[in-house]
């Protein structure tokens, strides 16, 4: 079955410079969001699209931003890069029109992207 | 306020015990209940979800967990501990009132002992 795909995988850029992160998601589903875990830490939301819309907005800095296309894949935009953004990033996507199927599926996530910073 | 409490950063078993990864919520309304885990470098796979069906939800690997509304806990166990079982756990919630996005406990380590 298809699953989230991210890319790319790994991504290591310098302070300062921007790191562009993709998101398709399962065929159908029309919600996505985005999470950032960092080392040792629990994933935490940054931002969410439904129908091409911000859907829900949690801790995203505002050198990053995130738009969702009329495909229904998401790209995760990040400017003036830091040592600090050094993260995992996950994607997810859900089928949102339902509440009760979206628990249903319980989120299917990504891979993620692993960006680190130097 | 809404909130998801994992007791324990770390557990540590022997392989063949019991497993037993504690996940409490306080709000006044049970939410959808969820239980993940990422093993070193990987993804998060779901375990096994509740969504107000059945109280004993049986999840992948031979974990299950009860979601108890009394204690609003939602606990995550194993009969047997096995050396693959070593991952970090993560309780997660969706509240009524959100937005629906998923929110995540703070998560717990699991080390098996041989």
């Known amino acids: 079955a298809a699953g989230v795909i991210q890319s790319p995988r790994h991504l290591i850029k310098e302070k300062r410079e921007t790191a562009t992160l993709k998101c398709y998601p399962i065929p159908r589903h029309d919600t996505v969001y985005w999470y950032q875990q960092g080392p040792g830490q629990d994933p935490q939301f940054l931002i969410s699209?439904?129908?091409?819309?911000?859907?829900d907005k949690g801790s995203i800095p505002d050198r990053f931003s995130a738009q969702q296309f009329s495909d229904y894949h998401s790209e995760l935009n990040m400017s003036s890069l830091e040592l600090g953004d050094s993260a995992l990033y996950f994607c997810a996507s859900s089928l949102s029109r339902d509440r009760g199927l979206q628990a249903n599926y319980g989120y299917t996530f990504g891979s993620g992207t692993r960006l680190t910073v130097v | 306020a809404q909130s998801v409490t994992q007791l324990g950063s770390h557990v540590s078993v022997s392989e063949g015990a019991l497993v037993l990864l504690r996940c409490n919520y306080s709000?006044?309304?049970?939410?959808?209940l969820f239980w993940y885990v990422q093993y070193p470098n990987q993804g998060l796979q779901l375990l096994l979800k509740?969504?107000?069906?059945?109280?004993l939800v049986k999840g992948i690997n031979g974990f299950e967990a009860e979601f108890k509304k009394s204690e609003t806990s939602f606990h995550l166990t194993k009969p047997s501990a096995h050396m693959s079982d070593a991952a970090e756990y993560f309780c997660?919630?969706?509240?009524?009132?959100?937005?629906?996005?998923?929110?995540f406990g703070s998560g717990t380590r699991l080390s098996i002992r041989p």
């Open positions: 997660a919630v969706i509240w009524y009132s959100s937005a629906s996005k998923i929110i």
């Open positions: 509740y969504t107000s069906a059945a109280t």
């Open positions: 699209f439904y129908e091409k819309m911000q859907s």
């Open positions: 709000s006044s309304v049970p939410p959808y």
